[in-house]
């Protein structure tokens, strides 16, 4: 079992792929009793094709996974706007998952519109533990269209689509990995705009399993 963490920052002023200014609103609409929803599936081009892990990340069915920034289920502060969720995936020796997701601003069971970040594309994730601390732990911004967005990607020095080998900051690995770009409150010092090493999430370990004897 690998554990997998999304964090959504979800604060007014965070920076996007391109150190540049945000508008959380853009294809969201904000309201009150709105909370911050993950939505994921296995991507197409996955080696792993596992339905148990497809309806896992919640089989591309929006506001039905909820996110946490309470303190609790691997969220590291309470109230910082910082959203978090945690999956415990099965491993598949020899084989590589991809996950398609995305985030929603919404409330539970409502549709796509006015809650996803943006229409149509979506982000992806290559599940690699690049940092070998049996995490991986993906930091994003919400609305941010200049880094793990499949396609219309915004990001100045890309040709508006990213695959699954594309480095577009120079960090070193795929921006479809574990990111090293710092554009976000939840990185370890945030809002550099910089490449920094993979961080290893605080309020979260990995999966532990007791050593069993024949």
């Known amino acids: 079992m690998l554990r997998v963490v999304f964090s959504a920052d979800f604060n007014q002023g965070t920076l996007n792929g391109n150190c540049g200014n945000i508008d959380r609103f853009k294809w969201a609409r904000d309201k009150p009793g709105k909370a911050m929803f993950f939505v994921g599936w296995v991507h197409l081009q996955s080696e792993v094709q ?9 089989a591309s069915t929006p506001n039905t996974i909820p996110m946490y920034d309470d303190g609790t289920n691997g ?39 006015g809650s996803e970040e943006w229409p149509g594309n979506s982000r992806i994730l290559e599940v690699v533990d690049d ?67 993979v961080p290893t999430p605080k309020a979260v370990g990995p999966i532990n399993r007791a050593c069993t004897t024949p």
């Open 131 to 197: 940092n070998a601390d049996n995490i991986v732990w993906r930091r994003d911004v919400f609305g941010d269209e200049a880094t793990n967005k499949d396609n219309s990607n915004l990001n100045l020095t890309g040709n508006g689509t990213i695959t699954w080998t594309t480095d577009l900051h120079g960090c070193g690995t795929p921006e479809s990995h574990e990111n090293q770009y710092d554009n976000t409150a939840a990185a370890v010092a945030h809002n550099t705009c910089k490449c920094h090493p």
């Open 50 to 58: 596992d339905p148990a892990i497809n309806n896992q990340l919640g």
């Open 75 to 113: 969220d590291e502060v309470a109230g910082d706007n910082i959203w978090t969720v945690t999956f415990d995936i099965p491993r598949t020796p020899g084989k590589v998952l991809r996950i398609g997701y995305k985030y929603t601003w919404g409330t539970f069971g409502a549709q796509w519109s």
